[in-house]
T-cell receptor, first 117, second 114 residues
Framework: EAGVTQFPSHSVIEKGQTVTLRCDPISGHDNLYWYRRVMGKEIKFLLHFVKESKQDESGMPNNRFLAERTGGTYSTLKVQPAELEDSGVYFC???????????????FGQGTRLTVV | AQSVTQPDIHITVSEGASLELRCNYS??????LFWYVQSPGQGLQLLLKYFSGDTLVQGIKGFEAEFKRSQSSFNLRKPSVHWSDAAEYFC????????????FGSGTRLLVRP
């Protein structure tokens, strides 16, 4: 079974440009999460989808970030326009339906390293 | 706000030596605690988790962690480190207001000397 897959693995863009990151969760996982690690600091929660619905986007830094999950399968995270402080590693994770602390875990992808120059 | 502290940014140990990575968390009556590892080019992999019960938790790859409520700690240990353990290790706690949101520490990078 394939794990969580993220594309691209690396992206270097200029300030002001647009970048779209993609995440393919494990098949059948309704829950999809985005996290970000900036400048070697802690990994921070961005948002949570249940199928195609945003359940929690409290961690999204500002309106330059737009996440979508059309059809409840893969998800994209668009940054437009990108700023220098957006550089970091963006992680995607997924978990099965009705997941909670006691019954499952979140499976993470390898991350997309974004560098804004 | 909840937080997780990993005081050691880098740790270097010799192969075969024992290892302890420190983790402290802020409040949470019954915290849900996790250790993840990221090897080069890989995603975050769950090593072990603590929800309740026995405070000494066994995980994969020979790792274990001990929950100490009095110290708000969840330190990760391994009795004998292998070169393949070189990676970055993240401690995390489940957010008290959520059943899915993880709060991570800043990570500890482990280097293994031959």
């Amino acid at each position: 079974e394939a794990g969580v897959t993220q594309f691209p693995s690396h992206s270097v863009i200029e300030k002001g440009q647009t970048v779209t990151l993609r995440c393919d969760p494990i098949s059948g996982h309704d829950n999809l999460y985005w996290y970000r690690r900036v400048m070697g600091k802690e990994i921070k929660f961005l948002l949570h989808f249940v199928k195609e619905s945003k359940q929690d986007e409290s961690g999204m830094p500002n309106n330059r970030f737009l996440a979508e999950r059309t059809g409840g399968t893969y998800s994209t995270l668009k940054v437009q326009p990108a700023e220098l402080e957006d550089s970091g590693v963006y992680f995607c994770a997924s978990s099965p339906p009705r997941a909670g602390w006691g019954n499952t875990e979140a499976f993470f992808g390898q991350g997309t390293r974004l560098t804004v120059v | 706000a909840q937080s997780v502290t990993q005081p050691d940014i880098h740790i270097t140990v010799s192969e075969g030596a024992s290892l302890e990575l420190r983790c402290n968390y802020s409040y949470g009556a019954t915290p849900y605690l996790f250790w993840y590892v990221q090897s080069p080019g890989q995603g975050l992999q769950l090593l072990l988790k603590y929800f309740s019960g026995d405070t000494l938790v066994q995980g994969i790859k020979g790792f274990e962690a001990e929950f100490k409520r009095s110290q708000s700690s969840f330190n990760l240990r391994k009795p004998s480190v292998h070169w393949s353990d070189a990676a970055e290790y993240f401690c995390a706690v489940g957010a008290v207001d959520s059943s899915y949101k993880l709060i991570f520490g800043s990570g500890t990078r482990l280097l293994v000397r031959p």
